[in-house]
């Protein structure tokens, strides 16, 4: 089992950078495919960039070109860059890992993005 510690999330202006961290514990995150999501109020859980074991990486066209997500094994955390933030960025950012069919995820750190 592991367990997922996001943080990092703050209130920012538009067009400033964050870098949010998942730290895992109880296991090695180098065995999972890793992914962030974020959720908006009242809308749906949206999958922003995922790291596979082999490095292969996905983004949502939303963050295309702003995002950058990245894992350290050594340090068993993954990262997600965020650059050029907007409004509509604003959600609760979570971390999940999956092995097969175990699937794990943290509890989120808030990201708010507003003049």
């Not at 295309?64 to 965020?82: E, H, V």
Request: proline share 3%; glycine share 8%; aromatic share 8%.
């Amino acid at each position: 089992q592991v367990r997922l510690v996001e943080s990092g999330g703050a209130l920012v202006q538009p067009g400033g950078s964050l870098r949010l961290s998942c730290a895992a514990s109880g296991s090695d995150i180098n065995v999972y495919a890793m992914a962030w999501y974020r959720q908006a109020p009242g809308k749906q859980r949206e999958l922003v960039a995922a790291i596979t074991i082999s490095d292969r990486i996905d983004y949502a066209d939303s963050v295309k070109g702003r995002f950058t997500i990245s894992r350290d094994n050594a340090k068993n955390t993954m990262y997600l860059q965020m650059n050029n933030l907007k409004p509509e960025d604003t959600a609760v950012y979570h971390c999940d890992a999956r092995l097969g069919t175990l699937h794990f995820w943290g509890q989120g750190t808030q990201v708010t993005v507003s003049s």
